[in-house]
């Protein structure tokens, strides 16, 4: 990549041009200060090998909040090597120079994953440089507003839902005309239409009715996952410690809602239980998961990407041989292009969330993302959090 400094970068901006951007700096005790800095483009990190490929230069309209932001934000080594550090994994706006032909000065744009916001300087600031290979064209239905609402958040869990669907899970209702489970919001696990069948006859062409579980529900993923299943017609029930939650779940597709003792309150030393749902998407990990595969039923597929309650996971080879479930990994970072382009063609589609104005919980301004990124590292974050440029 050439130098910058005096570049134009289109619209009568240069590399010298001040945007505003929320930078990290790491203490000597390993806390952070986070100030909103003026920074210019020229100032912008790109580590190798990453800076000698064709680079997109683009201005910010909106981003959003996850999870990983705020373990870049709060001083994670795992995240982030070195600082001063401008998190942001989420981008989107509109292209003001490139040296990757396929691009173009005006053209909107979306950047999620990669190297951004890890080492590379994130969409908390006003401008980004990236590799073309990591941009994606906005798809004409979708705005650059609702494309950050949904988000790395959002692109992970359709990467999710198109993990069951590849792995054989249909919908029980493909016609979205779906009527609410006549499951009793308090009925218990023991005593439930969902646990009426033996070990070991848990096809399911035999159990059409089956549900699938969405676990850690109310976060960015989770939302969009129920929003997303329950537009193409699966029934959904929302796992959540959150009971406060429940009208905000149901709202947005949610056919019930479940506290976390409806998967884990059972004999998790027995090496399976009743298959219970066909499956589903968990983003907790630990024993939530491990008691997830034990009563998923025959051939049903759990894809997985998150690790709150733990990075490990203990369970037995019996779920997998006796009943042939899967359990799929999600890594959205690293996804490969053409799958990236068609999921985000989906999700402004027929896989965008009926409800996603429900699912966006707060717009805040730089200023403001110090407290939410309190809030997302304590568990307190309900839906997406849209990071609004000025």
């Known amino acids: 990549m050439r130098e910058l400094e005096g570049e134009t970068t289109g619209t009568g901006q240069t590399t010298e041009t001040p945007f505003s951007a929320l930078v990290a700096h790491l203490r000597e005790d390993g806390t952070t200060r986070l100030a909103v800095e003026k920074k210019t483009v020229s100032s912008l990190y790109m580590p190798d090998p990453y800076r000698s490929l064709p680079a997109v230069t683009i201005r910010v309209?909106?981003?959003?909040?996850?999870?990983?932001d705020a373990l870049s934000a709060s001083g994670n080594r795992g995240v982030t090597r070195s600082y001063p550090h401008t998190p942001g994994i989420d981008a989107a706006g509109i292209v003001t120079a490139s040296e990757d032909t396929?691009?173009?000065?005006?053209?909107k744009v979306i950047v999620t994953g990669y190297d951004l916001g890890s080492n590379t300087s994130g969409g908390f600031g006003g401008m980004i440089r990236v590799p073309g290979d990591w941009v994606v064209p906005l798809p004409a239905e979708l705005t650059l507003r609702?494309?950050?609402?949904?988000?790395?958040?959002?692109?992970?869990?359709?990467?999710g839902v198109k993990k069951l669907l590849d792995n054989g899970l249909m919908p029980i209702y493909p016609g979205h005309d779906?009527?609410?489970?006549?499951?009793?919001?308090?009925?218990?696990?023991?005593?439930?239409?969902?646990?009426?069948?033996?070990?070991?006859?848990?096809?399911k062409a035999e159990n059409p009715s089956l549900p699938v579980l969405v676990t850690g529900a109310t976060g960015g993923v989770g939302s969009v996952s129920v929003g997303i299943l329950h537009r193409l017609g699966f029934r959904v029930i929302a796992v959540t410690g959150k009971p406060e939650a429940r009208e905000y779940l149901r709202s947005i597709g949610a056919d019930e809602v479940r506290d976390r003792s409806f998967v884990m309150d059972v004999d998790a030393s027995r090496l399976l239980l009743s298959g219970r749902w066909a499956g589903g998407i968990d983003t907790v990990g630990g024993k939530l998961l491990e008691a997830m595969i034990l009563q998923t039923a025959q051939a049903g597929v759990i894809a997985c990407c998150g690790?709150?309650?733990?990075?490990?996971?203990?369970?037995?080879?019996?779920?997998?041989?006796?009943?042939?479930?899967?359990?799929?990994?999600?890594d959205s970072a690293l996804c490969d292009?053409?799958?990236?382009?068609?999921?985000?063609k989906r999700l402004a589609t027929d896989w965008r969330p009926a409800h996603l104005d429900k699912?966006?919980?707060?717009?805040?301004?730089?200023?403001e993302l110090k407290e939410e990124i309190d809030t997302i590292l304590k568990g307190g974050q309900t839906g997406r959090v849209l990071v609004v440029h000025e």
């Open 61 to 68: 309209h909106y981003s959003s909040l996850n999870y990983k």
């Open 146 to 159: 609702d494309a950050m609402i949904l988000g790395t958040a959002g692109f992970t869990a359709a990467y």
């Open 178 to 203: 779906k009527p609410h489970s006549g499951m009793e919001e308090g009925s218990k696990p023991g005593n439930s239409q969902l646990d009426n069948s033996q070990p070991g006859n848990h096809d």
């Open 102 to 107: 396929r691009f173009e000065e005006g053209q």
């Open 337 to 344: 292009m053409q799958i990236r382009q068609n999921l985000w």
């Open 359 to 367: 699912i966006l919980a707060r717009e805040v301004g730089l200023h």
């Open 307 to 330: 690790n709150v309650t733990g990075h490990e996971l203990h369970t037995n080879i019996y779920p997998f041989i006796l009943r042939g479930v899967g359990l799929m990994g999600i």
